[in-house]
């Protein structure tokens, strides 16, 4: 009965789904043409792929990661009176430990063993300024952080990314 409907056509026929060979259907140029279309139709906004290959710059395969040990909203006990105690923060990689004390007017901390160290404070599309740990492993950074934060750490050879923590 569909046949006398369609005027004798099948339902293949009416879709266009005719029996492709292999060597006429090439999966390339497909994907290439829905590239396009998805350009012309969707693109991805500049603003977006840009803190895409920033972010992926941030990656560093050969780093530790530092995992969060202590955190002071977390592990201690909230002192009376006290408004806006400084957040601190204690971060280990094998033998390095980080300690860091966030407030308002910025960070700082301590690498241990002491050591200079090059540190970036990383917060989104940009890397921050680099601080530098002088030779007892001291850093301070005057710039309030907002948003999630990290810090890694090049210390001679070696190279500590802190996990990811909301200021």
Known sequence: MNDDLNG???????LGEEDWGDEEFDAGLLEEEL??????LDPVPAELQQIAVDAYLLHDLDA???????DSLVDALPV??????PRMLTFRAG????DVEVSARGLMGQVLPPQPARIEVLGGPRPGSPLTADDLGRFTGDVPLSGPFALRL???GDVVVTEWLRA
Request: aromatic fraction near 4%; charge should be negative.
């Open 8 to 14: 004798g056509l099948n339902d293949d026929d009416l």
């Open 35 to 40: 590239r396009q279309a998805a350009a012309v």
């Open 64 to 70: 530790r990661v530092a995992e969060l040990t202590f």
């Open 80 to 85: 009376r009176g006290v408004g806006d105690a």
């Open 95 to 98: 033998e390095v430990t980080v």
């Open 154 to 156: 090049r210390t001679g």
